[in-house]
């Protein structure tokens, strides 16, 4: 915190129209605010709108030694296969049409990280507490499941009250930051979900020490409910603005999950050789490259098809 501070002091703040603070980064600028041994929180759901551009960000650093607390998808994938990840705190890793991930299910058999498992609805209850600042949220799932025989860490508490109820204590699911993915966010750290789901985006930013959020358009005005202002601006430290940013999930309601391109992440993940030549053509360059490739890919694909 002490280091966030002089940082802080060292670059002059930026100020919009009306004296707004502007907390728009470059894709460089965030990475470079991410450390080694953090314990790093990614929103999203599995393939869908995870904040992709940003994982793609720090697969460009050195940073390594993570623990990473995700409802996991090929943002756990990614950062797994390229052995970033310590620790795991997740109640699953999928790709939705591909039901486990196969990077995790890689270095899960391997044994190259610790794992540690919850039940969905303590992972919510978890994520709940850090973001109330509470040690932990009292929850019946996992009662009667094999969860706390393999993470001994977890606890059970008592109700004070006449009913008496054993309940499983969640653990304060805290982090030093959170990463997720909107439609809409304005320079301000305001964030606007305009898909079916919100998923635990909102938690994430608020049980998080600091929290980035990448977006498919910055605006100057929100359209649509006021539900759907998911982020709100007090819990966000920077905003990206990355067209496409959540490739290869699903964006809804702007693109759909694209099929095709998990479909040859797939494919290549098996085998060595073709996953560095994977790797090469779509993560060794910016994300400007990477867009390039995903563009080169689908016109490939297109082609392919057309025959």
């Known amino acids: ?66 623990t990473v607390i995700s409802c996991g998808g090929p943002d756990v994938g990614l950062l797994m296969a390229a052995g970033r990840i310590r620790k795991l705190v997740a109640p699953f890793v999928t790709l939705d049409s591909v039901p486990l991930e196969p990077h995790f299910r890689a270095a899960r058999q391997s044994g190259a990280f610790a794992f540690e498992e919850w039940d969905e609805s303590m992972f919510l209850w978890g994520l709940t507490a850090a973001a ?40 304060a699911l805290r982090m030093d930051a959170a990463l997720v993915h909107m439609n809409r966010a304005d320079r301000r750290g305001n964030g606007q979900s305009l898909g079916p789901d919100p998923f635990f985006d909102d938690l994430f930013t608020e049980a998080a020490d600091r ?54 992440y797939v494919q290549t993940a098996s085998e060595p050789g073709a996953w560095r030549e994977f790797a090469s053509r779509f993560l060794a360059g910016d994300e400007a490259d990477y867009q390039r490739a995903v563009n080169d890919f689908a016109t490939d694909a297109g082609g392919e098809e057309s025959a």
């Not at 860490?153 to 653990?171: F, I, N």
């Not at 649509?224 to 966000?236: D, E, S, W």
């Open 211 to 264: 929290a980035y959020m990448s977006c498919e358009q910055l605006v100057d005005r929100f359209e649509g409910p006021p539900q759907t202002l998911l982020v709100q601006r007090q819990n966000i430290t920077g905003v990206l603005h990355t067209p496409h940013g959540a490739h290869f999930t699903a964006c809804a309601p702007d693109y759909g999950r694209d099929e095709a391109f998990q479909r040859a």
């Open 1 to 66: 915190m002490k280091e966030e501070a002089a940082e802080a002091k060292a670059q002059p703040e930026v100020r919009g129209e009306g004296g707004e603070r502007d907390k728009t980064l470059t894709l460089d600028q965030f990475a470079s605010r991410i450390e080694s041994g953090s314990t790093l929180g990614i929103g999203g759901w599995g393939a869908r709108r995870k904040p992709m551009a940003l994982v793609r960000a720090l697969l460009r650093t050195d940073i390594t030694d993570l």
């Open 132 to 171: 109330h600042r509470l040690p932990f949220m009292p929850v019946r799932g996992g009662l009667g499941s094999d969860i706390p025989r393999h993470n001994p860490r977890l606890r059970t508490v008592t109700s004070p009250y006449e009913d008496g109820e054993v309940l499983m204590a969640a653990p």
